[in-house]
Every structure is written in structure tokens, then in C-alpha cells.
Nanobody, 125 residues
Framework: QVQLVESGGGLVQAGGSLRLSCAASGRTFSRYAMGWFRQAPGKEREFVACISWSGGPTYYADSVKGRFAISRDNAKNTVYLQMNSLKPEDTAVYYC??????????????????WGKGTLVTVSS
């Protein structure tokens, strides 16, 4: 069982940066790939990024590639999402996610069993 708690959301102007954090509980955190999804108002939850258990391979949605960076610190049971060059269309609730896989998580929300409660990111134009 994995419990996930996000933090770091807020209001930022377009072009600005934010760093989200996800603190995980459970001894098996370091064995799992971890990821981020987001859900904008009126839209479905979509995959953003994920990172393997070792911090090696990372994967990104095309919409954030080159602007966002995912990382993790297994000693702190924490995964991060550094978001740069933010755009108004990045406005969403951002969710930390895991599904027990070691290298990459599923990219469809329906396949994810472990979720945090989310943190709101608002990007003003």
C-alpha cells in the first residue's frame, strides 16, 4: 500500500516556475515508478510525466517535454515535478500517481490504483 501527499501548487504568472513535491509512505516506495497526472476543469485526467524506481528512465507527455522535469529522492520517499515556462493551459489539479510497476506507470488514469489528493496549479496570463 502506498499513500501519496502532494504539495507545492499555487498561483504563478505565465512564464514562471513551480516545483511540486509528492511525499510517499510505505516501505516499497523505492521499488515503484512514480508519476504525475493533471486534470484541468472540464477535462479528463491526463498523464504528465513518470520516473522509474531508480530515477533513471523518465517519460513525458509531449505537451510538457522540455519544460517539466521529474526527479525523485528515494532516501526522502519524495518525487518532484519541476515546472518551468508555465503556460495558462498548464492550469490544472496535479496528482501524484503509482501503479506498482518499477520502470514506468500506465498513462491512462483508469489503470492507476494509487493517487494523491492533488494540488492546484493556476497559471495566469
Amino acid at each position: 500500500q502506498v499513500q501519496l501527499v502532494e504539495s507545492g501548487g499555487g498561483l504563478v504568472q505565465a512564464g514562471g516556475s513551480l516545483r511540486l513535491s509528492c511525499a510517499a509512505s510505505g516501505r516499497t516506495f523505492s521499488r515503484y515508478a512514480m508519476g504525475w497526472f493533471r486534470q484541468a476543469p472540464g477535462k479528463e485526467r491526463e498523464f504528465v510525466a513518470c520516473i522509474s524506481w531508480s530515477g533513471g528512465p523518465t517519460y513525458y507527455a509531449d505537451s510538457v517535454k522540455g519544460r517539466f522535469a521529474i526527479s525523485r529522492d528515494n532516501a526522502k520517499n519524495t518525487v518532484y515535478l519541476q515546472m518551468n515556462s508555465l503556460k495558462p493551459e498548464d492550469t490544472a489539479v496535479y496528482y501524484c500517481a503509482a501503479d506498482g510497476a518499477p520502470v514506468r506507470i500506465a498513462t491512462t488514469a483508469g489503470a492507476i490504483p494509487y493517487w494523491g489528493k492533488g494540488t492546484l496549479v493556476t497559471v495566469s496570463s
